[in-house]
């Protein structure tokens, strides 16, 4: 069994937002509570309307296939669950984990998709529970890659893979400019017109934030194999969206 002590959070503490490390999980946990109810509106501006057919597809492209057993871990609103029960064809093949009350209460899910309260870091599973292990933009909100993908090594059957959604930053300046702009000018002054939390606005500052302070791909892909994966692969769209793959050996 593989042990691992070294932490890597995925970004340095965000101190303009919560006073300590310590302080980040409850202060990130209850302001997606607050959000929950505009989640689904913004990530549709966010994504232009593609993400529903972006998430089906870097599901699919990852190995996803019909009669796996799914877990999607930070399920949020629970928008990748929804693309993985259409794929599977069986709703009850699929879980969803979020350590968000709010959020689990506003997801929107197929009869049958089960949710449950929980953290990256502490899957309420058993050992080899699913074939596939989804994470849609929430690895930057992750407090610990080495704990989480440890535990995504253990809830995984053998052969089980990963896919790990995410937004990068894109190497150009002018399209780091324009994504800057985009989601940390644009996407809040949006957000604070149609948005019906006040805090929602808030919440796509701090999305920016996290993504510019993240850690780079090379350091993900460097968990998942300190972790036990193999196969590491990551595939790029558009310079921006990030689909992070690997297997659990046999």
Not at 16 to 41: C, I, M, N, Q
Not at 42 to 52: C, K, V
Not at 62 to 90: K, R
Request: net charge positive; hydrophobic share 45%; with cysteine.
């Amino acid at each position: 069994m593989m042990t691992q002590t070294h932490a890597q959070p995925p970004h340095p503490p965000l101190r303009k937002y919560y006073e300590s490390e310590p302080e980040r999980s409850a202060w990130v946990r209850g302001l997606f509570d607050r959000t929950a109810a505009d989640y689904d509106r913004i990530e549709r501006i966010l994504g232009l309307g593609s993400g529903s057919w972006y998430r089906g597809q870097a599901l699919r492209d990852a190995g996803l296939q019909a009669g796996m057993t799914v877990l999607d871990v930070g399920t949020g609103t629970g928008l990748l669950a929804c693309a993985a029960a259409v794929i599977v064809g069986d709703p009850t093949l699929v879980t969803g984990v979020d350590p968000s009350p709010g959020m689990i209460a506003h997801a929107k899910v197929p009869a049958g998709v089960r949710l449950l309260a929980g953290s990256a870091e502490a899957i309420p599973v058993p050992d080899a529970a699913a074939d596939f292990l989804t994470l849609g933009y929430a690895l930057r909100h992750i407090g610990d890659l080495t704990a989480a993908f440890t535990e995504f090594h253990r809830v995984l059957k053998p052969g089980g893979r990963v896919c790990l959604l995410e937004i990068s930053l894109p190497q150009g300046k002018v399209t780091r400019a324009l994504l800057k702009a985009w989601l940390n000018g644009w996407v809040p002054k949006i957000a604070a017109v149609i948005a019906r939390r006040r805090d929602t606005p808030l919440l796509m500052h701090y999305y920016w934030d996290t993504i510019a302070a993240c850690v780079p791909p090379e350091t993900i892909l460097q968990a998942l194999a300190a972790a036990g994966f193999r196969d590491l692969a990551r595939h790029v769209d558009l310079g921006i969206f990030s689909a992070y793959r690997a297997r659990k050996p046999l």
